[in-house]
């Protein structure tokens, strides 16, 4: 039966500090937040063009950089530390039916975001750029999973 006025949810996991880890700078980190919300961004408007064009149910992307802010200021006068930022996350993915690893480099928190979706069967999609040939297999697997999950109808152009 397919899932009438249900949101299909995508986490977008990216790199927040980065290969520098605790040693970022914060013009660093600011600057992958800026080029992760800027590409999740992109993202969005193949998203929404999908669901117009192509039947596909509504797609919703949270992107974490969008709302680092609060984060990232919490974090630096310590009242959070990096497991209840990463549980925070995790209890956000654990509302997603998909979870793009974006990026060349799986950070310390994208691994362990990567290994709770893993181990609470959510679907996994790797997307190392914003390249033609990584938005068409984002778009088929969403696709695929969308019709085993029955937000859409199969249809023979799978």
Known sequence: MVK???IFRIYFSHIIRGKKGNKATDQEIQDNI????????????????????DGFPKLDLYIPGEHDEFVQIAWKKKFINEEQILNVDCTIL?????IIL??????NGMKIEFEHAKS????????PSLSDLSVDSLKFAIKLICIAEGFMKGSDNV
């Open 34 to 53: 800026d080029r992760a919300v800027w590409v999740g961004t992109q993202l969005k408007s193949y998203l929404l063009d999908w669901e117009k064009m």
């Open 120 to 127: 609470n069967d959510i679907s996994i999609f790797s997307m």
């Open 102 to 107: 974006y990026g060349d480099y799986l950070s």
């Open 4 to 6: 009438e006025n249900e």
């Open 94 to 98: 654990d509302r997603c039916r998909l």
